[in-house]
């Protein structure tokens, strides 16, 4: 039998960590032949545009490579399977991928939108009486999924911000002077990468003084409340903001028009610049942390990356054990010592649906989060892997 | 005798590397009693603010975990002398401080402004008679001072913005749709970090595919017939953009206007996703590295913080020497294999100048460097240093 692997959705720097999980345990299982790859996530199946993955990951030092090589190295798409009542062609043309090339097991690393892909051709492929399974390997540097303690992806993302955020207090405290520093922090829906920024407390870190997450209602007000009294205690301030936080008052659009009248769509981070400018007139500034958070392998999360291989290659298992239309998920048995297990659940759990953060681990001001936040996240950034160098920089795999 | 240093300006990763340079060179000096911090560069000597490094780095470990924490462990200023015609009281309260410590000799670790200082104070000392010695050491990511081959902390930089430009090229291709992505990196009259990028060529990677400096006059008429020229050949098109460039056209302001009427000064990179969105209109996106180029110690160069080191522990050998009013410098004797020696030079000669970007390391589309210029780079992106983590983060060397 063979097997085909894909990737959709954003870039995280661990989602080609479960690909070579998926890969590895195939090359560990003498039932499996061959791994073919998907280009394109699941267009590649549709448009039959596959890859052996054997001819092109050779070596144990390609698999490590791959391994800490950030992005979807098979490149990714935003593609969402339609109802089968209105459009079962593209079904069909799955299923002839699966059967010309004798693929009996299909792995989609993905998020939740992945997860709904998961749900709909596991069960086509079930009423069309077709033995292929559909297993979903989660990834999403957001960390919204629910079902699964945590995803793979968000621990790297974590230690990223957490070691840029750590540089930036040391970066924003050299002057003499009094300063507000606002760094944005993804997630649109879900404030888990931004409180996690609360892991610098291990590091004996006071900053970022202030963690302002959607899940909360945000008051401009009490925004420059909070900001005011933490100047009063610091000079320099560091405050972390969710892209997610919607500024009602502001719009997150400061009133900015462009040319054709279009008000300026300017990020939360900058809002809250202008916002402390305005109301505090200090020495501001507003850091975007963008895509960088999704894609710094060269520091990721030693736990995370391990932990993305784990659970591709527990979805090659679940798959051999019979199961189909299910999702891997981590189960968390301890904080201290850190124990995860794998487990599958029915996808349709994860499909289409947002897990925010728990509103019981923000404070009743809005403006932290808990102990209990805290040790939720210190275990997923530990580690580090020994990042391959050539010439002074990381050396990343490539399939050309 | 005792010894003061300090720093001044904009931080970098490499400016407590030169500290430990100079305290470590006074360790090894039998006549050298105390190594006085000045805090928050001279201002720490005129308001006679001083702390006894010896009391608070305490141990090699101290030593090693300070060399690479970035930012300036002492603070900093951006304070300038006054003439001394204009004001000698100024002048008066360093002399005195200098006397009541016995300090006798001064090492100014920071940028063109820093080596202004170095030239005044140390021609008020000889004309007082004094014998105390002032020594720059040189220091910024913008590589832009004259005489010195390059700048501490600017391998740095330029090793981050390999590293983080390798990773968005991984991160900007994974969709089968066209895009292009602006990276605008720090320097807001000299091109050299920007230019730095070219070494990721050492890797393979063909991108960044087009460079713009403010060295060369921008033409937004010739940048999309550049885009759309490299759009021809490549799926992601990379662009890497000194926050210098002027677009005359666009004024780097894109006719944004806030609710007062004033222009919204955006950034250079955020101009020209406009102008990619209006005159090509394909997905497009822009990033600003911001104060990550100057911070990132966590992906430092091992020959920067070396050499940053050198040249401080070189300083402390100079002043001993007899030396005063001068600034120390890289000297380059060879690419392959790479060699420099340390020099003095007269502190006027980097004092208040920039060194540009030479005009003949650009092309003549002006939308690229040469190979001289790659030869030029790639040694200072050398070697990586051992970072001590604590927690999964960087540990960071704080006085408190």
């Known amino acids: 039998m063979n097997i085909a692997v894909a990737q959709s959705g954003g870039p995280t720097c661990a989602i080609n960590a479960s690909l070579i999980g998926v890969f590895r345990q195939a090359l560990r299982t003498p039932a499996i032949d061959a791994v073919f790859g998907s280009i394109n996530g699941i267009e590649g199946i549709i448009k039959d545009e596959l890859i052996d993955l054997k001819l092109v990951i050779k070596t144990n030092e390609d698999m490590e490579l791959l391994r800490q090589t950030p992005s979807t190295v098979l490149g990714s798409c935003r593609y969402k399977l339609p109802r089968t009542e209105e459009d079962s062609a593209v079904y069909e043309k799955i299923l002839a991928c699966f059967e010309r090339h004798r693929i009996e097991a299909f792995f989609y690393i993905g998020g939740n939108d992945s997860m709904d892909t998961v749900v709909k051709l596991s069960a086509y492929l079930k009423e069309k009486g077709s033995s292929v399974k559909v297993i979903g390997i989660p990834k999403t540097i957001d960390n919204d999924l629910p079902v699964t303690d945590h995803t793979p992806g968000f621990g790297s993302a974590a230690k990223y911000v957490a070691a840029t955020v750590q540089e930036i207090i040391r970066d924003s405290s050299v002057y003499s002077i009094q300063s507000v520093t606002i760094v944005e922090i993804m997630g649109r829906h879900a404030g888990w990468l931004t409180a996690s920024a609360c892991v610098l407390r291990a590091n004996d870190e006071l900053a970022p003084h202030l963690i302002y997450l ?10 420059v409340e909070d900001v005011r009294a933490m100047m009063a205690k610091h000079k320099a301030v560091v405050v972390a903001v969710s892209e997610g936080v919607e500024i009602p008052e502001e719009n997150c659009r400061s009133g900015v028009v462009d040319n054709f009248g279009h008000e300026y769509l300017s990020g939360v981070g900058k809002a809250l610049e202008n916002i402390v400018r305005r109301e505090i007139g200090c020495k501001v500034r ?25 659970i591709g290659a527990k979805g090659v298992e679940a798959a051999l054990a019979g199961e189909t239309g299910k999702t891997m998920v981590f189960k968390r048995l301890s904080d201290i010592p850190y124990v995860v297990k794998v487990e599958s659940a029915p996808a349709e759990l994860v499909a289409n649906k947002e ?9 009743d001001q809005g403006n932290d989060v808990t102990e209990a936040a805290f040790r939720y996240f210190l275990p997923l950034i530990q580690g580090e892997v020994n990042i391959a160098m050539r010439n002074g920089m990381p050396l990343h795999f490539k399939l050309r």
């Open 286 to 310: 507003s850091i975007e942390l963008n895509v960088m958070q999704r894609c710094s392998s060269h520091i990721c999360s030693k736990t995370d990356i391990d932990e993305a291989e784990l």
């Open 214 to 223: 959607p899940e909360k209602k945000f008051s401009v007000e009490q925004f």
């Open 355 to 363: 897990k925010f953060f728990p509103p019981e681990w923000i404070n």
